[in-house]
Structure formats: C-alpha cells, structure tokens
C-alpha cells in the first residue's frame, strides 16, 4: 500500500466504522477513500461516474461504488438507505463532491494571465470581468453542487446517525470560502455556505451524538483546482510554504475529524493551506 495513504502507527482508528465518501472518483476523492479504507472503514464510493467510482474500489479503497449526483435530494436519500442496507450503520460522512465550473475558469485564466503579463510593465488594463460574465447557470450549478449538495449528504446522514446517536460528518469547504478567490464568486459564495452550514448543524447535532466539522484546503493541485483555474498557474508566492498542496495533504486532518481522537471537536473549520491563512 502506498505510504502516503498509509494510516498512522497501532491499530486502525476507524476499523469496521462504515463510511460514505461523496466525489470519491477521483483526486482528492481517491485519495479520501483510500486512506479512510487503511484506517479500517467501509467505505462507500460515491460519484456522478459510476467507472470511477468502481476503479476507487478496485485500487483499494472502498467495498461498495454507487453512482450519484449529489445535487439531487432524493438519490442522496437512496444512496444512504443502500449503504447503510449493504454495509452496516453509517458512522462518518465526507461531503467532498464539487464542480470546478471549467468553462468560467478557461475564461478568468486567461485574462489572469494577460493581467500578470500587464503587471510586470506597471500598469493592469485588462479588466477580469469575472463576475459580469458569469451565467446564471454557472452560478446555480456551483450552488446545486457544493452547497445543495453539502447540504443534502448532511441531512441524510444526520437522519440516519441520530437514533444512534453517534457520527462524524466532514463537509470540504475551501480557502476560497474564507479570503474569497478572485474571480470565482460562485465558487467562494458556496464554500463560504458551507462553512455557515457547518457551525450551524454543528451546534444543533451535538446533542445527538454527531460532531459536523469541515476542512479549508489552499491551493491543491487536482483535476478540480486545475479545472477551476483554467490554464492560470498557483500562486505559490502567497503560500509561506512556497508549494502548491497535494491531496495526500489533506488526509492526516481529514482522518483525525472522523476518529474519536477529535472527540471534543465539532463546528470547526480546519485550515490546511501551507500558511496562507493562520487563523
């Protein structure tokens, strides 16, 4: 098994527990399932493309893959009945699917570079003109997907959790929801959402037994981020570290939120961006 997925030293933390992993496909994903599987859940593979969510269960990371498309309240509502039919009692959620927008973001890369190119002579001509062009379906869908979605799994897995009265759920939320990213308003809107969503259900969830907490990536480098960006290079000089994430990156904090070592956590947003934002 690769290292990087590889969990920590002594018994697994989260042996037996069943888990479900939204946009576990691919990237980052992948990797969320892989090292949830090391850890010892069962892990079910959720994603818009049923071929990828299958070859995540073939590499290892999960024993069951279910197509969904989490914009769609009643198929997340299905999938958490199946799972919890075929697998056991669910234990821990990982929000994780989202949508890049690439389409907007092949636009703002483009003028993002020909500011930068303006920048080095002293003078930005260029205007983005991000938030101007921006569609009215490109802003709903960003919405459906990340916030509707985020939404959607954490209802469905607050209602299966609660009689037990035990759960984790792990929303993925951005640095973008906290700075705002220039250019993507309807990226930064929705990952800001889901932090408000997180405290809120937070609060209210606890007294039944089920911590909600939520992750901020920076920068990191897969298929979403890069569709995002559109072309358009990090910006690596803004990250004290002075390099761009990795989804292994990710993994560490992620596992800590669902075991009980993070027991006394609930309603937080963990900041894993390289330094970029300290508090």
């Known amino acids: ?57 073939t590499a290892g990371g999960g024993e069951i893959a279910l197509a969904l498309d989490v914009s769609n309240s009643g198929a997340v509502d299905a999938a958490v009945t199946r799972v919890e039919r075929e697998l056991g009692p669910l234990e821990a959620f990982v929000n994780n699917a989202g949508a890049s927008g690439a389409e907007h973001g092949l636009r703002v890369g ?76 309807h990226y930064s809107a929705a990952k800001a959402g889901i932090i408000g969503l997180t405290r809120s259900a937070a609060k209210e969830l606890i007294f039944q037994g089920i911590r909600v907490n939520a992750l901020a990536p920076g920068f990191i480098d897969s298929d979403g981020s890069r569709g995002m960006l559109g072309g358009a290079s990090y910006d690596t000089a803004a990250t004290p570290l002075r390099r761009v994430g990795t989804p292994a990156d990710l993994l560490g904090a992620l596992a800590f939120l669902i075991s009980d070592e993070s027991a006394f956590v609930s309603g937080q947003t963990l900041l894993v961006n390289g330094g970029r934002i300290a508090g």
């Open 1 to 57: 098994m690769s290292t990087q997925f590889a969990s920590h030293a002594g018994p697994p933390r989260l042996a037996g527990r069943v888990a479900i992993v939204t946009g576990g496909g691919a990237g980052i994903g992948r990797a969320i399932c892989l090292r949830l599987a090391a850890e010892g859940a069962r892990v079910a593979v959720l994603d818009l493309n049923q071929s990828t969510a299958e070859r995540t269960v």
């Open 110 to 185: 483009a003028r993002l570079a020909a500011q930068r190119a303006e920048a080095a002579g002293g003078r930005i001509e260029t205007p983005l003109d991000a938030l101007v062009r921006l569609t009215d379906e490109e802003w709903r869908q960003l919405l459906a997907v990340h916030l509707d979605g985020t939404f959607y799994g954490t209802r469905a897995a607050a209602r299966a959790m609660a009689p037990r009265r035990r759960g984790a759920i792990v929303n993925m939320a951005s640095i973008c929801g906290i700075e705002g990213c220039t250019g993507h308003p």
